[in-house]
Every structure is written in C-alpha cells, then in structure tokens.
T-cell receptor, first 113, second 110 residues
Framework: DTAVSQTPKYLVTQMGNDKSIKCEQNLGHDTMYWYKQDSKKFLKIMFSYNNKELIINETVPNRFSPKSPDKAHLNLHINSLELGDSAVYFC????????????FGPGTRLTVL | QKEVEQNSGPLSVPEGAIASLNCTYSDRGSQSFFWYRQYSGKSPELIMSIYSNGDKEDGRFTAQLNKASQYVSLLIRDSQPSDSATYLCAVNERYSTLTFGKGTMLLVSP
C-alpha cells in the first residue's frame, strides 16, 4: 500500500533513556516532517527535511536529532528522555511547495515514566 | 507570531444538519489552507484543501476561503455520527510547513 508508515506505534520507556522512531513514505514525496501532538492535542511542527536536507528546525531541544538517510526515510532520535517528551509524534510527507498537501503517518505514542 | 485560531468546541449538531467549522489566521501572506479530520487515537486525515477565494465543494464538504478577512470555514452537509471527530485547520507558512489550529471537536448526535 502507498502510505506513510512509522515504527514503533507505541513506545514506553524510562526517563533518561535514548529512543528512536522511524518513518518511511512510498508516495514519491521529497519533503518529510516530524510533528509533536501534546496532551492537549495541539499539533506542532518540529522538523522538516527536503531531499535529505534539514530546512526547518523549530525551537526543539537538541536532545532531538532527526536524520534522513534518503528522501523516503526520516528518523527521529531522542536522547535523555524527559517526562515532558511524552506525546504522540507524527511523521508526514509532501511534495515541496506551498500548495502541496501533507499526508500523515499513524503516529508513535511515546510515554516516558 | 503566526497563529491559526479555532473554537475548541464541542460543536454539537443533530444528524442530518449542517455543521459549520470556522478558522481565522494571522499571516496575510498565507497561500494555502487545509482541513484535516482527526478521530480519537488516530492520525490527521486530509479532507479538503483550498487556495483561492470562494467555495470549493467535495461531496458533503464545502471549504470557504476569504483572504481579505483571513477566514476559512468548512461546512459539512447532512452530518452523520461518523463525522464526529476533531477538525484541524492548517495554514501554509514557509517551506511547505503548516501551522495548525488547536482543532474543533464536532459531535453529531443520532
């Protein structure tokens, strides 16, 4: 199926641990994103990559490090996890440009204990 | 700071009625506007995009854009209980990134 996929779907971990979330899209898009949706359901952009290059880096702690090995993949590594990192993380993709629609992956629910 | 404002709701309508969801945005340079539907525990699903002033219809959904008033709306005709969800308004910013509103929860009662 053509889609944006993420793994894992759920992640439960202890404070201080390091974890990674993976995202892949087979839609032929050249731009990928990470969004964070907090407990109040507010969806906010974290990072945007175009053709493996970082183009947007919002005010996100440097414990978060995205990596894009190719334009179909965008991973998110989080060091030294904190309680406040608990949220749902969504990957999305689109073609670059103001008029292009973004499609979201299923999300990864991260719980930090 | 660029903002997208939505009434959080819930907006309650009876089955078969028209649901009207509204959104205002602050960046006059915004060029594209999107409505996403998000069911509880699921990811946002794109339902409408609009780029020009006026109305755009797709099935039971109509998006309306008024750039002069910086206003976007979504009408859902013949609302069904399955339409009950949170509706997110999103506005294009820079480099294809979207700024989302906080969403309006719609409840359609049978």
């Amino acid at each position: 199926d053509t889609a944006v996929s993420q793994t894992p779907k759920y992640l439960v971990t202890q404070m201080g641990n390091d974890k990674s979330i993976k995202c892949e899209q087979n839609l032929g898009h050249d731009t990928m994103y990470w969004y964070k949706q907090d407990s109040k359901k507010f969806l906010k952009i974290m990072f945007s990559y175009n053709n493996k290059e970082l183009i947007i880096n919002e005010t996100v702690p440097n414990r978060f490090s995205p990596k894009s090995p190719d334009k179909a993949h965008l991973n998110l590594h989080i060091n030294s996890l904190e309680l406040g990192d608990s949220a749902v993380y969504f990957c999305a993709s689109s073609l670059r440009g103001s008029y292009n629609e973004q499609f979201f992956g299923p999300g990864t629910r991260l719980t930090v204990l | 700071q660029k903002e997208v404002e939505q009434n959080s709701g819930p907006l309650s309508v009876p089955e078969g009625a028209i649901a009207s969801l509204n959104c205002t945005y602050s960046d006059r340079g915004s060029q594209s506007f999107f409505w996403y539907r998000q069911y509880s525990g699921k990811s946002p699903e794109l339902i409408m995009s609009i780029y020009s002033n006026g109305d755009k219809e797709d099935g039971r959904f109509t998006a309306q854009l008024n750039k002069a008033s910086q206003y976007v709306s979504l009408l859902i005709r013949d609302s069904q209980p399955s339409d009950s969800a949170t509706y997110l308004c999103a506005v294009n910013e820079r480099y294809s990134t979207l700024t989302f509103g906080k969403g309006t929860m719609l409840l359609v009662s049978p």
